[in-house]
């Protein structure tokens, strides 16, 4: 079953955006500092229902989103209009006809693919999808942050109202998130939805050497709030405090 669904999309963007928002600006700031000439088009891998796409839409760039839930990508084309490209497709496994000068991932998409094998598929796809001297941008929940799925919250708005329960399994390196909820449907009736999130805890370390064993370069850690400044090696052990840390990369030329 698609872990992204219809309703569970609908409330993504009820319950979820405030982060993708922020994120999408400091990504918009991170590409304008480090390539202010670039060409602006961007590929947003693991778009959703696109945010991040929307914020780089409104400054200008050709926007391509990536995603393997029909239900978010669909949401992505009421927001994004026709001229964005948005493609039906797995982060691991996929090519693009000509590589971007910028490709974004953002909200934890590296903690939904599993194996460190899956993870090494996408830093290769991405690598390949990104022009000689682009850059890579992408975050990842940081290990000890994923001891927060251990909750039981309940979530209501006018338009919604979500029950979530998680439960992490440490010794198993995952947790997953149940959320039962219901979406008020455009007549006014109540859809209800339910959805099982898998999260599996990665390893910054992990990560990152996977990044330079295939080629990328000028790899760097950045807390989310600040992508221009890396995080300094003492601060690295830090960042597994943080909530969520981010991977910004280099294709060399
Ligand atoms: C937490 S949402 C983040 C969406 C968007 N990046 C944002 O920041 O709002 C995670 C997204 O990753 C997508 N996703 C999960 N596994 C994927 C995969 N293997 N390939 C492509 N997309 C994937 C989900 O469908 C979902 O839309």
Redesign the pocket.
């Known amino acids: 079953m698609?872990?992204?669904g219809e309703g569970f999309?609908q409330a993504?963007d009820e319950h979820?955006?405030p982060?993708?928002t922020r994120?999408?600006e400091q990504l918009l700031r991170l590409h304008q500092a480090l390539d202010p000439q670039a060409e602006r088009r961007v590929l947003?891998?693991?778009?959703?229902?696109?945010?991040?796409a929307a914020l780089f839409q409104q400054a200008g760039y050709e926007v391509t989103g990536?995603?393997?839930?029909e239900a978010?990508?669909k949401r992505a084309r009421t927001r994004l209009g026709d001229k964005a490209v948005l493609v039906h497709?797995?982060?691991?496994d996929?090519s693009v006809a000509e590589p971007f000068p910028l490709a974004v991932?953002?909200?934890?998409?590296p903690n939904?693919?599993g194996t460190p094998e899956?993870i090494r598929s996408?830093v290769e796809c991405v690598f390949r999808a990104v022009r000689p001297g682009g850059v890579f941008a992408f975050d990842v929940a940081a290990p000890k942050a994923l001891l927060g799925i251990n909750a039981i919250q309940v979530r209501e708005t006018d338009d919604s109202i979500l029950l979530y329960r998680g439960a992490l399994n440490e010794e198993a390196g995952y947790g997953f998130y149940r959320i039962s909820g219901v979406v008020r449907a455009p007549d006014g009736r109540y859809d209800r939805f339910e959805t099982t999130?898998t999260n599996w805890v990665v390893s910054l370390g992990m990560v990152s050497d996977t990044l330079k064993d295939v080629g990328w370069q000028d790899v760097y850690l950045a807390a989310p709030t600040d992508l221009l400044t890396p995080l300094a090696g003492d601060q690295i052990a830090t960042g597994e405090k943080l909530h969520r840390v981010c991977f910004i990369a280099r294709r060399p030329e």
Do not use: K, N
Request: with cysteine; net charge negative.
């Open positions: 698609e872990q992204y999309a993504y979820w955006s982060y993708p994120a999408g947003d891998i693991g778009c959703g229902t696109g945010i991040v990536l995603d393997v839930s978010m990508l497709g797995d982060a691991t996929f991932s953002t909200y934890d998409i939904h693919l899956r996408y999130i």
